[in-house]
């Protein structure tokens, strides 16, 4: 496991015009990387069990983070989930993207599937736990409350 990360260019919060304060200079994204069975329907995610220290720390969710400025969405949700779940980009198949777009920040889902099998792995500090979550467990976590807002409509987006 590697040691605390050095701030990157992307590391701020922006307050927004919604009221809340956001994570990411640049906006954030997360990886939502799904595992399926023999018939291609989605039967895991990887979750992340949020360091104690982190903000709304405790609770699980995507691994993800601040984009940095000139990283697409995808470049940063799976240089986030390499670094925080050992996730190694050749095994993901990106499918699609959801965003979640406020005035002055936004924050993009990625959506893929696992194209080899592979264990996440807690790989940073920011981690307690990453683990594939069957999908009819995941409520029963303590859920990271913007991803338990949005976790239907993506959990509706898996098998399509």
């Known amino acids: 496991m ?11 919060w922006v307050v927004c015009a919604c009221g809340r304060r956001h994570w990411g200079l640049h906006g954030a994204a997360g990886l ?15 979750l992340q069990h949020r360091a104690l ?3 709304q720390g405790g609770t699980w969710g995507l691994p993800g983070g601040a ?11 799976l240089r986030e989930a390499q670094e925080e779940a050992g996730v190694d980009p050749r095994v993901v198949a990106v499918r699609g993207e959801h965003v979640l777009a406020h005035p002055d920040w936004s924050y993009t889902t990625v959506i893929a ?11 940073d500090t920011e981690s307690l736990e990453v683990l594939w979550v069957p999908l009819d467990e995941v409520t029963d976590r303590s859920l990271l409350p913007a991803f338990a807002d949005a976790w239907p409509l993506l959990r509706s987006r898996l098998d399509e």
């Open 113 to 123: 599937h696992a194209v080899a099998p592979f264990t996440p792995a807690v790989t």
């Open 2 to 12: 590697s040691g605390p990360r050095h701030p990157r260019p992307g590391d701020g």
């Open 53 to 55: 220290w982190s903000d």
């Open 67 to 77: 984009r940095e400025p000139d990283e697409t969405a995808v470049q940063a949700a």
């Open 32 to 46: 939502l990387l799904v595992r399926r069975d023999t018939g291609g329907l989605a039967t895991d995610v990887v």
